[in-house]
Nanobody, 120 residues
């Protein structure tokens, strides 16, 4: 019904930058909150940043001042600009969307994940 496709992960040196993108497609009536989560090996998945349809944002304390989440509602796309990356940012990053599917209801969707690796 709704597909989330992420792009932009990769390998970067500490202090570098990456920009993640996540495009939603399918039978979308509307999308409420969108966000990015990450999961490092041996750790639980955690919220990195989230943004509402109105543009209100929320960040994990560990990324405040370094990461910026934004979205293009017309394109059903959310972005995560990651600056001053640290080795501890290494994880698989997942896109999440709270979407209303036409004629069905509101559901939570996840992307397939994109690997971000920060070398020291």
């Amino acid at each position: 019904q709704v597909q989330l496709v992420e792009s932009g992960g990769g390998l970067v040196q500490a202090g570098g930058s990456l920009r993640l993108s996540c495009a939603a497609s399918g039978s979308i009536f509307s999308i409420n909150a969108m966000g990015w989560y990450r999961q490092a090996p041996g750790k639980q998945r955690e919220l990195v940043a989230a943004i509402t349809s109105g543009g209100s944002t929320n960040y994990a304390d560990s990324v405040k001042g370094r990461f910026t989440i934004s979205r293009d509602n017309a394109k059903n796309t959310v972005y995560l600009q990651m600056n001053s990356l640290k080795p501890e940012d290494t994880a698989v990053y997942y896109c999440n969307a709270d979407a209303v599917v036409a004629g069905t209801g509101e559901y939570d969707y996840w992307g397939q994940g994109t690997q971000v690796t920060v070398s020291s």
